[in-house]
């Protein structure tokens, strides 16, 4: 867990409980259309199919319900800043988990309206301050919805990445938490002001030791698209295939991040 703290961004829990909700019935509405063939097709996860991806999103909301059901801590011991560190350190618990659920759950999208409304009614019953003991620590239910709005974003680009045709849809408020939560971990990670990062339209830090701007044009800046973004921090993508492909930008003697990425496990 990295040594820094750094001042933690505030969201809104109505408006990321709606920018879950909204993407996880873009999710449904896609998931609704496919083929059995589609559903078998191969992920970039290892060894998931289109099934198990799909179900493993479904996980992404149930396991809010999943750890309200679990006896509420006494007082939060974690910060927002770092999820993201924690991510992947029950990586093999998730694959078991994921698999017995595609197995018991053939009917796709009828598991994913029991989902949602699981989902719905758990927030409905509990206030944002409820704490829950999740892999990165005690959060408060408001925080840890944010993650999920991660979740369902980064995976729904890995179902983007599997299926031909029309990408799902990413809500605007989905993609800019998920967006600007990894851009403050990469700050938590890297502390300083020697690099600013850009990421349009949601997200500018600044983090790397060394001198700090202050003023005019930084000298070491780097700026790429939320999406190339949420993939270099996830180790969906390097940073020498992203500057290869130009889709990141990097000016300056401390502008490569190469050794920071990706931050999630």
Same mark, same amino acid.
């Given at each position: 867990?990295?040594?820094?703290? @750094? ?5 809104d829990?109505?408006?990321? @409980?709606? +920018?879950?909700? %909204? ?32 179900v ?6 149930? #396991? $809010? ?10 007082? *939060?011991?974690?910060?927002?800043l ?12 998730? #694959? ?13 999208? *009828?598991?994913? #309206? ?6 719905? +009614?758990a ?24 993650? @999920? ?15 031909p045709g ?5 809500? @605007?408020? #989905? ?7 990894? *851009?403050? %971990?990469?700050?938590?990670? %890297? ?13 500018? $830090? ?15 800046? $780097? ?9 270099? *921090? ?7 295939? %992203? ?23």
């Amino acid at each position: 867990m990295p040594p820094a703290k @750094r001042k933690q961004r505030s969201y809104d829990p109505a408006r990321t @409980r709606a +920018a879950v909700t %909204a993407q996880f019935d873009h999710v449904a509405a896609a998931v609704a259309a496919l083929t059995s063939e589609q559903l078998a097709l191969p992920t970039r996860l290892g060894d998931w199919s289109v099934r198990d991806l799909v179900v493993h999103l479904g996980m992404a909301l149930s #396991a $809010v319900d999943r750890l309200l059901g679990e006896p509420e801590p006494g007082r *939060a011991d974690a910060r927002l800043l770092d999820w993201p560190f924690a991510v992947g350190g029950q990586a093999d618990d998730i #694959a078991d988990r994921t698999r017995r659920l595609a197995a018991a759950h053939p009917d796709l999208g *009828a598991h994913l #309206a029991d989902v949602r409304r699981g989902f719905t +009614a758990a927030l409905d019953a509990h206030p944002a301050g409820r704490l829950l003991p999740t892999n990165a620590g005690v959060l408060p239910l408001g925080e840890y919805v944010v993650t @999920r709005a991660v979740e369902l974003v980064v995976h729904t680009d890995d179902l983007n990445a599997a299926l031909p045709g029309p990408d799902v849809p990413l809500d @605007r408020q #989905a993609l800019a938490a998920a967006t600007r939560l990894l *851009a403050d %971990a990469l700050a938590e990670k %890297a502390p300083g002001g020697a690099v600013e990062v850009r990421v349009p339209p949601f997200a500018v $830090v600044q983090c790397v030791e060394g001198p700090r701007h202050t003023r005019g044009t930084p000298p070491n800046v $780097v700026e790429t698209d939320p999406l190339t973004w949420i993939r270099l *921090a996830t180790g969906r993508l390097t940073w020498a295939e %992203a500057r290869e492909a130009g889709t990141v930008g990097a000016s300056g003697e401390r502008a490569d991040l190469g050794a920071l990425l990706p931050l999630t496990g």
